[in-house]
């Protein structure tokens, strides 16, 4: 069966761009049963943009976990971990640095977003992050990659890496991976700023809805999202200089699993207040019931080191033999 891997931060809370972006779409993958499917908290990826208190991290990395298991991911039907307890990911990711070119990581536009004006003072794992991010993909051998557009790039650089590893060693090992990037919402935009994505790392939290937000703060940050004043168009052409209301809009028909198309029949000519309440109601029907059952399971951290713990153990099953034989390609002596 072909293999499916995942990844999310727990650089801060879950937002409505990683659930319909990424997680509503792992939830789909593991209930077709057509793949194997590995999600994964990426806690090593969580550190390289800045250092946070050590209890702030191990607390949002239990939340991301409680995150996967609300909206759907069966901890039994997928293997459910965090990176560092799986060693293989960091040691496949050192040979992996000797493969990716400085050229290849120094254009990747996360890295400039994220560096900044002052390159000089990021860190060294935030530069390799692309390397990393190939090994928890291909350390699994894994063929498809569910993520948002703001991936695709680092998606590409992880061909470009298992291909230059095959190619060099004239062996055929690693996969060359697909990314899936589906449906309406594979961008959702930053609700103050229709030019940015929405990120759970972002300062200002009115710029995004949380998973975690209650009815009344999804609700208000709805009502305040930057928007013009026009009502809604009948075609979605009339929405491509209006960079806030089309994100609304392919929020509204990702949470509601219909085409932007069918919310501008429900909604074109309305006001545009009007479609916000629709919206805001939407999305805490969505999203209420997952908030509680996050509440619910963070009420039990040792349930979830638990369930970390054994997806740990499956998936190292997976991940030695492969180390393994990347090393006695590589000619790293073992006795
Ligand atoms: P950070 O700001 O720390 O980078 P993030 O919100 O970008 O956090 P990540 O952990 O980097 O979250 O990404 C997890 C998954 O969510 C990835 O598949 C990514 O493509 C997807 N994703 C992140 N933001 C969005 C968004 N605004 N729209 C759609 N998908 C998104
Ligand atoms: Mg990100």
Known sequence: TPRVFSGIQPSGGLTLGNY???????????????????????????????????????????????????????????????????????????????????????????????????????????????????????????????????????????????????????????????????????????????????????????TRINLTDSADEIAKKIRKAKTDPDPLPEALEGLETRPEARNLVNIYAALADIDPQAVLDQHAGGLFGQFKMALADLAVDKLAPISTEMTRLMADPAEIDRILGRGAERAREITVPILDRTYDIVGMLRS
Request: with cysteine; aromatic share 8%.
């Open 20 to 206: 319909l972006g990424a997680m509503k779409r792992f939830v789909t993958m593991q209930d077709a049963g057509t793949h194997e499917t590995i999600y994964c908290m990426v806690d090593l990826h969580a550190i390289t943009a800045r250092l946070v208190p050590a209890d702030e991290l191990i607390h949002n990395t239990r939340e991301l976990c409680a995150g996967f298991i609300a909206v759907g991911i069966d901890p039994e039907k997928s293997v459910l971990i965090n990176q560092s307890q799986v060693p293989e990911h960091a040691q496949l990711a050192w040979i992996f640095n000797c493969v990716a070119r400085m050229g290849w990581m120094g254009r990747m536009t996360q890295w400039k977003d994220k560096a900044g004006k002052n390159a000089e003072a990021a860190s060294l794992g935030l530069f390799a992050y692309p390397a990393l991010m190939a090994a928890d993909i291909l350390v699994y051998h894994a063929t498809h990659v569910p993520v948002g557009e703001d991936q695709k790039q680092h998606l590409e650089l992880t061909r470009d890496i298992a291909a230059k590893f095959n190619h060099d060693y004239g062996v055929d090992f690693f996969p060359i991976t697909e990314p899936v990037i589906e449906g309406a919402a594979t961008r959702v935009m930053n609700l103050q700023d229709g030019t940015k994505k929405m990120s759970k790392s972002d300062p200002s939290d009115k």
